[in-house]
Every structure is written in C-alpha cells, then in structure tokens.
C-alpha cells in the first residue's frame, strides 16, 4: 500500500480514485488543478511509498509470491526439488534476506529464436522465487506513476492494447484519415544490455525507496553484466521486466511533460510517434536521440529507426498497420507456422487463432484450421 499526500488545501474530493491490487488498497489523492496524475498537469503531490524492506522478505508474502511463482511451472523438475522441503526452503531465504547474508546465485545462459537470436539468462528457484516477492510489493505503487502509453509487461495493457491505441492514434492524428499521417517508428540498440545499474539505482533513490530495498535491488541487479561491468539486466528475470520500465519512464515523462507529444505509444524498446507533420517528427527525433545518450545511456538502432507514411505500411507489434487494416507481419507468420508445426496442442492453435483475430488475418485462420 501506498499513500499520496499533498496540502489539505488542495484536496478534491471529487477526484478521489482507488486503484485495487491483490490484497492491497492504493489510496490516490490528486491535486485540485493537477488533472490526470499518470499523464500531465503539475505533481505537486508527494508519493510515499508505505511497503518496505520488512514486506518484501515477510514469510507471508514469500509464501504468496511461491504461490504466484508455482502456477504454471509444477511439473519443472527444479521447482519439483524446490518445493519438497518447501517451508524450509523458503525460511531460510527469509533468514539470509533478515540478516542480510543473502547472495544471488548464478544464472544459466541459454539462446532462443524469437525470431531473432536471444541470449537467455534463467536463475534458479530460489532466486526467481525472490523476484516475485520483490515484484509483488513494489509493483503497485511504479506502475501508478508510469504514463497511461507503456504498455509493455503491465496489468490490463499487453500488445493487443497496444495496436487498438495505434489505431485510435492513427485516426486523430490524421483527422479521421483526412490528411496524411506521419509515423516515427524507433528502436533501441540491445536494450537490456545497456541498462546501466548506476543510473537505475539513483531513480530508485529519488522514488524513496528505502534503504534496505534499494540493498537487494542493487544484489539482484548486480548479479548480471552484459559485456560491460555495471551494464545489462538479463532476459528472463521478472523483476527485469518493471526495471526496465521504471528505467524507460524516465523517458516517458520527458517524451509526455517536456516535448509535449501528443500520440506516443511504448512497448518495451519499441516507441512509435504520429503526426500529420514529417517535420514536426523529425526534430523529435533529434531529441528523443539526445536525451536516450546523454540521460540513460541508450542508443537508438541506425537499422530500425524510420519515418514514412502510414499508408505504406508501418511495422510496429507483431504487424503492420495500414490506414484501415493490418496484416500479420511475415516474421510473425513465419514464427507462427513453425510453433504450430513443433506442437499439437490445441491451446496453441487457439492462442493464434485469438491473435488473428485482431487483423485482416482470415486468409492465415482459414490455413490453421484447415491443417
């Protein structure tokens, strides 16, 4: 739980909101004038941070975090050998994380195609199980500052949210198809590589959280490096998913308070731009260049990054978007075909059947269902 606090003066309480998670109550408190807390106006409110230390590494919640962890992988063989001296297991990280003797283990590094090559690091289940107790506590109150566009590895955003936004944005930016519409399309050069530790660290301090958390962030953090010493989080970690996040609001809130961008959508390192001005775009992209170098250490990929017209063709999410429609991307086809080859479950079949569903993708159903 959480708490936002501001002059009395300047309570609304009209604009009291209550924002619920799993066994936790969020209390927002907005500013009379501040008008959207996660989108613009002033913040002249103070976000206090209630969950510390304590919370994390309580039995209850690494219990409730086993729980969540456990849902879907009880048939693993590692998490089978976890959970046979389970309640020993787990008291005895709660009385390394007490006494602060805690120490993370090391990873196992595996590469997959999705579609491009990705080098994967997977922690062992004691470790993993702690990610979730980190996560469940902290998330709550992160993801109410990030802004209403990021939508990746969020509750009730997703890709699907995502291109529905697109499409939404399209239509305005473009007069409902009036006039033409600009996209800026951008990529960032091996993201999770280049997260730099020192930087994530003192966006922590400025959020207030309190010492001890920022200990075992910085142990979980500091158990991986990419190429180089203080950079990189690894692909597969859960708590790597809201660090990013928290790391690309920085960001965020710049793209939203200081250039002031109307229709901006990000997923992950993924970030799309629209506009019906091409110069308006590219004096953004200038910016956005400047402040990824020279505030986070990011660079965007000189492959990836484009402007062109909506109406040929933009590649954003798995598809790509005309002014009307949008087909399936052929890498994503490719992928598609070849998972359904590998496996004869039906849930899979299912899960791309629903995700055809959210483009012109009827010719693509018809070849599934016919297989």
């Not at 996660?38 to 209630?50: E, L």
């Not at 039995?59 to 063989?77: G, P, S």
């Not at 993993?128 to 992160?142: E, G, K, M, N, T």
């Not at 809130?253 to 200081?258: F, I």
Request: aromatic share 12%.
């Amino acid at each position: 739980m959480f708490y936002l606090l501001a002059n009395a003066e300047s309570f609304d309480l009209g604009k009291i909101s209550v924002y619920n998670q799993p066994e936790t109550i969020c209390f927002f408190f907005f500013e009379k004038h501040s008008g959207c807390f996660s989108g613009g106006g002033s913040t002249n409110i103070i976000c206090i941070m209630s969950h510390d230390y304590k919370d994390i590494i309580s039995l209850e919640n690494l219990h409730e975090a086993w729980r969540e962890f456990v849902a879907d992988k009880k048939n693993k063989k590692d998490v089978g050998e976890f959970s046979i001296s389970l309640s020993e297991n787990i008291y005895e990280l709660h009385l390394d994380l007490k006494n602060k003797t805690y120490i993370h283990s090391e990873y196992e590094a595996f590469s997959i195609n999705d579609p491009k090559p990705r080098s994967i690091h997977k922690a062992i289940v004691r470790d993993r199980l702690l990610h979730h107790a980190i996560y469940r506590v902290i998330y709550p109150y992160f993801d109410s500052r990030f802004i209403y566009d990021s939508y990746s590895c969020r509750e009730l955003k997703g890709t699907h949210r995502a291109i529905k936004r697109f499409r939404d944005f399209a239509r305005k930016a473009s007069k409902n198809h009036g006039r033409t519409c600009w996209v800026l399309k951008c990529d960032i050069r091996k993201f999770f590589a280049s997260i730099d530790h020192e930087i994530l660290q003192a966006i922590l301090k400025r959020h207030a959280v309190d010492k001890d958390t920022l200990w075992l962030i910085e142990k979980v953090v500091e158990s991986f490096n990419s190429t180089k010493v203080g950079k990189g989080l690894p692909l597969g970690n859960l708590t790597s998913q809201l660090l990013v996040n928290i790391y690309m609001n920085e960001f965020d809130q710049y793209v939203k308070h200081e250039l002031k961008a109307r229709y901006y959508i990000r997923y992950a390192d993924d970030f799309v731009f629209l506009s019906d001005k091409k110069k308006e775009l590219e004096s953004i992209l200038v910016l956005v260049g400047n402040f990824l170098n020279n505030k986070l250490t990011l660079s965007l990929h000189p492959d990836k990054v484009y402007i062109k017209t909506l109406a040929s063709g933009v590649d954003f999410l798995g598809w790509v978007h005309f002014p009307y429609h949008r087909i399936l991307r052929t890498a994503t086809r490719r992928k598609m075909f070849r998972r359904l080859a590998e496996t004869d479950k039906e849930e899979t079949r299912q899960s791309y059947l629903g995700m055809l569903k959210h483009g012109n993708g009827y010719k693509l159903t018809g070849k599934i269902i016919n297989r």
